[in-house]
Structures are given as structure tokens and as C-alpha cells.
């Protein structure tokens, strides 16, 4: 069955950085479109970036400091966050899906991502 792995979450300073990664077994990212999202502390989950046939897709309120990729040889999507800010602080999620098989819609367990002075 197929399942995402996030990693590479952590506590950095306002205006650091980190990458996270998703690794997937069990279907070949290059075939679905691939997604981040986050939660953050009493709030609802919301969308933060998308890769699907190389066209990438942001949430306003990352465009700029973030960059998602993927790379078909790992089967694995990543996100670059730069110049990280408080309101930044949520678990970060992968997703991936078939936008037309409502059985191959895929998520991780999530990462934290905790950014704090």
C-alpha cells in the first residue's frame, strides 16, 4: 500500500532555515501531484505548496521564502523553508493523490516545525 514519510523538521531562530523531506514507498511521486500542508496550534490545516507535471503552486503567505521540489530518482518531494518566521510553527504534512482515484490519496504522520527566539 502506498505511504509518505515526512522528516527534517526542528526549532530554529526567526530567519533560519529547513528542508523537509517526503519519502514515498509504494507509488512513484512522478504520477501523483504532491502537496504540503500544516496545522498550526489551534488552527485548521491549510495548503502551503504543491508540485504537479513541474508546475509549482504556493499559499501567499509562504511565496518567496518557501520551494517545493521533487526528485522522480529518490521518489521523494521536498520543501526548502528560508527566512522561517513565528507564525511559521505547525506540523507539516504530506500529501499525495490522484485527482481522479479517490483511492490513491495519500498522507504522512506530519513534522514538527517549531520556529522561536
Known amino acids: 500500500q502506498g505511504q509518505v514519510d515526512e522528516s527534517g523538521g526542528g526549532l530554529v531562530q526567526p530567519g533560519g532555515s529547513l528542508r523537509l523531506s517526503c519519502a514515498a514507498s509504494?507509488?512513484?511521486?512522478?504520477?501523483?501531484?504532491m502537496s504540503w500542508h500544516r496545522q498550526a496550534p489551534g488552527k485548521g490545516r491549510e495548503f502551503v505548496a504543491s508540485?504537479?507535471?513541474?508546475?509549482?503552486d504556493y499559499a501567499d503567505s509562504v511565496k518567496g521564502r518557501f520551494t517545493i521540489s521533487r526528485d522522480n530518482a529518490e521518489n521523494t518531494m521536498y520543501l526548502q523553508m528560508n527566512n522561517l518566521k513565528p507564525e511559521d510553527t505547525a506540523v507539516y504534512y504530506c500529501n499525495a493523490r490522484l485527482p481522479f482515484n479517490a483511492d490513491h490519496n495519500f498522507w504522512g504522520h506530519g513534522t514538527q516545525v517549531t520556529v522561536s527566539s
Open positions: 508540485i504537479t507535471d513541474g508546475i509549482m
Open positions: 509504494g507509488f512513484t511521486v512522478s504520477r501523483f501531484a
